[in-house]
Nanobody
């Protein structure tokens, strides 16, 4: 079992930047593909970014491509999401999740989830 804890969410002005972190428990972090998803009030959970278990490949939603960067440090059991040029429409609860089967854009494919961290972008 993997336990995930997100941190780094806060209130920021449009155009600003944030770095989210997702720290995993256990010694098997490096075998999981990881993803970031977000959910705004009244909306479905949506894919943001994902990274393979080795970190060798990354994937992004079109809405964040060029602004967000996903990375991971397997030695620290931690994944990151650097968010630049933030927009009000990026406001959501951001969740990290792990997937033993590999990268997927479908949140239902992920095995374990963190509790989420709130990102609010003011205009």
């Amino acid at each position: 079992q993997v336990q995930l804890v997100e941190s780094g969410g806060e209130l920021v002005q449009a155009g600003g930047s944030l770095r989210l972190s997702c720290t995993a428990s256990g010694r098997t972090f490096s075998i999981y593909a990881m993803g970031w998803f977000r959910q705004a009030p009244g909306k479905e959970r949506e894919f943001v970014a994902a990274i393979t278990s080795s970190g060798g490949a990354t994937y992004y939603a079109d809405s964040v491509k060029g602004r967000f960067t996903i990375s991971r440090d397997n030695a620290k059991n931690t994944m990151y999401l650097i968010m630049n040029s933030l927009k009000p429409e990026d406001t959501a609860v951001y969740y990290c999740a792990s997937n033993r089967a590999g990268v997927s854009f479908d949140h239902t494919r992920y095995d374990y989830w963190g509790q989420g961290t709130q990102v609010t972008v003011s205009s």
